[in-house]
């Protein structure tokens, strides 16, 4: 592994520096496209700040990086994808840290463990989070999108509910509960931090919010 420090500008306008870690098992060209690819959804989010998702065209994003609006439907469908891409690429990581938690954990305490570690990402992007979460607000499409994405973290989640607890999914209902349980839960914590800017403490509000909710989960279930 190598890592790349990138000079960037914030969606807020201040200066920073971008850690980008690259698998140096890549080869050239899958790094050249990582990297276009991030560029790419760094120039959308800082302009969709700026100007708003209506004043704010794919023609705008591709000049900030100086390449064509060809190179930028190679990555992404739509202004949307830019935003809900991120999410997407999240949901993946939530899957593959729920079924990496101990099989001897309940399965209530193996998804708020996975959600836990899914902040970490959240507090380290603080700033695409926090613009995504404003975006959906401010724009249709955006939030049509967002609830697709969150089906699809529950599908996810389900699936690897299911198989922990060795079931049909399609004939017990507890993993399916337990996904849209944890993930209301969840999504009402990072709302609450994404409207106050980002400013409060996202581990205790999802660490809250998911103590409220798991008491009955972790209980074994009565034989019918």
């Known amino acids: 592994m190598s890592v790349v420090w990138q000079p960037l500008t914030d969606y807020g306008g201040r200066q920073m520096l971008c850690c980008a870690v690259m698998d140096t098992t ?28 209506d004043a704010t065209t794919i023609e705008d994003i591709v000049e900030q990086v100086e390449v064509s609006p060809r190179t930028f439907f ?12 991120f999410f997407d690429d999240l949901g993946l990581e939530l899957r593959a840290l729920l079924e990496a938690r101990p099989a001897e954990e309940p399965p209530f305490t193996a998804v708020r463990r996975a959600l836990a570690s899914l902040v970490d990402v959240y507090v380290s992007d603080e700033e695409r989070v926090v613009a995504a979460k404003r975006l959906a607000n401010e724009t249709l499409s955006i939030r049509a999108r967002l609830l697709d994405k969150h089906a699809r973290w529950e599908n996810g989640m389900t699936e690897g509910l299911a198989a922990r607890l060795r079931v049909d999914p399609e004939r017990d209902p507890r993993p399916r509960l337990i996904a849209a349980v944890a ?39 009565n034989p019918r």
């Open 26 to 53: 890549m080869g050239l060209r899958e790094r050249k496209k990582l990297r276009t690819r991030e560029q790419l959804t760094d120039a959308a989010f800082r302009l969709l700040t700026e100007r708003g998702f």
């Open 74 to 85: 190679r990555y992404f469908d739509s202004k949307e994808d830019v935003v809900i891409g």
């Open 183 to 221: 993930l209301a839960a969840y999504s009402t914590a990072v709302n609450e931090w994404s409207a106050a800017g980002g400013k409060g403490n996202l581990r205790a509000l999802v660490d809250d919010a998911l103590e409220a909710v798991g008491h009955g989960f972790d209980r074994p279930s």
